[in-house]
């Protein structure tokens, strides 16, 4: 999962961070509210945690405009404020969820797959496409009951066909939500296709179908419409 964290407190920023990487998270960070503008002109992420309040605007215009250009993006507000007024304000504006500071890291983890659940999977606890079935919280694969041995990258990249099924994802795209921004400074973006390999692989000797299909010229295809 990609997460954009947005909040200008340095150490706070930094302690979501760590935390969030060591949970299996991808996380990019912005400071302000010209450096998070700039990062979703570019990128795309799963998750949004977004401070209202920022050295150079409001976390408010932030969120109007990713629900103006159609960001599919799920927004959690993290505020000190713990105003009714800006709770609604938020959630009236699209947020999906909102927290106050000071809160457990824990907690903060617990809502972001909470969020993630109900905007990619219907809000269930596991994952599931034909005999394909993943646990989040235990960050397991089965395919037909027998669990699969993945890196960290490949089960990344099973659980983003699996949200976007049916739709076509580029090399870039596949890159970007892997690796963030660095993807930008690689030579090439050839390490796809090895990770899809694998993935397939895994998936077909388990017992699976090849749900994988390449769209040439234009990208990957997760799908059970071969």
Known sequence: MKILIIEDNNELRENMESYLTQEGFLCELAESKSAAMDKLTSFLYDIILLDIMLPDGSGMDILSHIKSRG????VLI???????DDKIQGLDYGADDYITKPFFLPELNARIKSIYR???????NLIRFEEITINPETREAKVNMH???FTRKEYELLVYFIANKNRILT???IAEHLWG??????????????HIKNLRKKITNAGGADYLSTIYGM???FSTEQ
């Open 118 to 124: 109900r905007k990619k999977f219907d809000g269930d």
């Open 147 to 149: 669990l699969l041995e």
């Open 219 to 221: 990208g990957y295809k």
């Open 181 to 194: 921004d660095f993807a930008d400074s690689l030579d090439s973006h050839d390490f796809v296709y090895q």
């Open 171 to 173: 090399k870039q795209a």
């Open 78 to 84: 993290i505020s000190g404020k713990d105003s009714m």
């Open 71 to 74: 960001i599919k993006s799920g």
